[in-house]
């Protein structure tokens, strides 16, 4: 059995894609006598995250065009036929159904992971889609229980005095949300509390930033995380764009308010809301003259404890076994 994902990664898209892709792929190593990452060299990508994991990497060129799709269509055809791909893995947004319509004429299985959204798809099998009216002969599978934590994350509990908030918007933070957020925090009305905000790889202006709140001492700006737990672990509440970070904190039980921006982002905020496990402050609110007392009163409000051991929700490491086994059930692993 071959397998092949299609994902991308850059300062743009961010590296949550190619992320949870590694961690389903590891989950399929030795199920697959082959597997291999089907992307494209954009900038700053997160490719080195393929290689260290020692995945085969198949680079598709870059196209003058910005989206062309066709030609993206045409190269990963080419790659699928020369590795006799059986199942290709799409974790992509951009790749409409078109795309997926074309390409599924010339494999075995289509997989689309989706976040959340009603957005129409062509394909055998999806995860985490919400539109119902999809071809008829796709495999729906939604919720908790399918979402892939990428990290492994181990639960410790750090004694401190002052509830400690942390942010991270993405490895670009392109809105620059994180300078939004931290001028707001420097104000005295937060001085009970204490922050870590991380920038990202691609993050513009570290030096920046550092330099502007280097007076506060409550405020501490990281500008990188080896382990995504360590900081998760040190934080009470977690204040980010509601992308695969925030499923992580969730994991861990910590308290989230995401701040989505685009499309994908709301998608997956609106879902968590719609479970209670999570809270939204919308993007506009920075630039409101009430935006201090908004925060206060999110800072301050109670939630409900993330309880996922219950019969009703499911989040826990196990999302993306959940999917392998859906792909390539054990029974089946040397066929």
């Known amino acids: 059995m071959n397998l092949a994902f299609r994902v991308d990664s850059s300062n743009l898209i961010g590296a949550g894609h190619v992320r949870r892709c590694l961690k389903l792929a590891e989950d399929l190593r030795y199920k697959c006598n082959k597997i291999i990452f089907i992307t ?16 085969k990497l198949v680079l598709i060129k870059r196209s003058r065009a910005k989206k062309n799709i066709f030609q993206d269509l045409n190269a990963t055809k080419k790659i699928c036929k020369k590795h006799a791909i059986d199942i290709l893995v799409k974790d992509h947004y951009h790749l409409n159904s078109d795309w ?3 390409i599924k004429r010339n494999i075995n299985r289509l997989v689309v992971i989706d976040d959340f959204t009603k957005k129409k798809h062509h394909c055998d099998i999806i995860f985490n889609n919400l539109n119902n009216k999809n071809i008829n002969k796709t495999k729906h599978y939604f919720g908790l229980e399918f979402v892939i934590i990428p990290s492994r994350l181990n639960k410790k509990k750090i004694k401190k005095k002052d509830t400690t908030i942390g942010t991270f918007f993405g490895s670009s933070d392109n809105a620059n949300c994180t300078k939004s957020f931290l001028r707001i925090f420097s104000q005295k009305e937060f001085n009970k509390f204490q922050f870590i905000s991380i920038l990202g790889k691609n993050n513009n202006n570290k030096k920046t930033k550092k330099k502007i709140f280097k007076m506060k001492r409550n405020l501490k700006i990281v500008e990188n995380y080896k382990k995504i737990s360590d900081f998760i672990n040190q934080i009470d509440i977690l204040i980010s ?9 969730l994991f861990l039980n910590k308290r989230c308010i995401n701040v989505p921006i685009n499309f994908y982002q709301k998608t997956n905020s609106n879902f968590q809301k719609k479970m209670k496990i999570s809270r939204i402050f919308n993007y506009s609110s920075i630039f409101k003259k009430k935006r201090k007392q908004i925060l206060l009163n999110l800072l301050f409000k109670k939630s409900n404890k993330n309880h996922f051991n219950d019969n009703k929700l499911y989040l826990d490491e196990k999302g993306s076994k ?14």
């Open 40 to 55: 494209k060299d954009l900038k700053n990508n997160f490719n080195d995250l393929i290689k260290k994991k020692k995945f």
């Open 100 to 102: 997926e319509k074309r």
């Open 241 to 249: 764009s509601g992308g695969i970070t925030s499923f992580e904190a």
């Open 322 to 335: 959940r999917i392998s086994e859906i792909l390539i059930p054990s029974k089946f692993e040397d066929s």
